[in-house]
């Protein structure tokens, strides 16, 4: 479901589609619009702004579902520090900007904020995620199109695209010439095979997303990666 807000020129701007747009804009629109209810991505002077609300039960089970499985993967792995930080806005000044649903930090060099800060990841002054993610029910396309450039041109390492009704992942590792490639084993997880990723999302048709997530630990356990 779409809906529209107004922007600097009173023109209609649709929620949920990709327009053009200034840095200027952007910032109008960050500045104005509630971030518990709206995402903002800004990519080669286009604008997206995603509304929270409808994005309902099962992109919510798959999003805390990822999180979860975060948590028992770091605590198979305790000797390596690690921060989630999902859904926070990422802005690198005049370029770009966006709000994935994953966002993860390995190492102890993971943004904190302080007081007096503004409520977002300035990648003018922290480095970009090790891994992001976007749990895809209804944005699909846009996903694996201006969402993967956008994430690309921040240098992030890795991307996972998980697709709610196909239950699968679209992994992608970044390669030094800047574009990602397709991968079947996270690279940013230990070789942790995205195919068990997938079979955990299906694990969701026989109970609840803690459920499944501890299946994957119990499998994750046994591969000793």
């Not at 749990?135 to 709610?164: C, F, H, N, R």
């Not at 490639?181 to 095979?193: G, I, R």
């Amino acid at each position: 479901m779409t809906s529209s807000v107004l922007n600097a020129a009173e023109q209609p701007f649709i929620v949920g589609q990709w327009h053009k747009a200034s840095w200027r804009d952007y910032l109008e629109y960050r500045d104005r619009l509630d971030p518990d209810q709206y995402r903002l991505f800004f990519h080669q002077g286009n604008l997206l702004i995603v509304e929270m609300g409808w994005e309902g039960i099962d992109h919510a089970a798959l999003s805390d579902l990822f999180i979860i499985i975060f948590g028992f993967w770091f605590g198979l792995h305790s000797e390596q520090t690690a921060s989630s930080l999902g859904r926070c806005l990422l802005e690198k000044e005049t370029d770009q900007s966006g709000a994935p649903d994953l966002v993860l930090y390995l190492g102890d060099d993971y943004p904190q904020w302080r007081s007096g800060e503004p409520r977002r990841i300035d990648l003018n002054k922290w480095r970009a995620p090790d891994l992001v993610g976007e749990i895809s029910d209804t944005s699909l396309p846009t996903d694996l199109d201006e969402k993967k450039q956008l994430y690309a041109a921040l240098g992030i390492a890795e991307y996972w695209v998980v697709d709610v009704r196909g239950q699968r992942i679209f992994a992608f590792s970044l390669q030094p010439e800047g574009k990602y490639k397709v991968c079947e084993q996270s690279q940013v997880l230990a070789s942790l095979p995205i195919s068990l990723l997938e079979e955990t999302i299906r694990q969701l048709g026989k109970g609840s997303n803690i459920s499944a997530a501890a299946w994957f630990n119990q499998q994750v356990s046994k591969l000793n990666l």
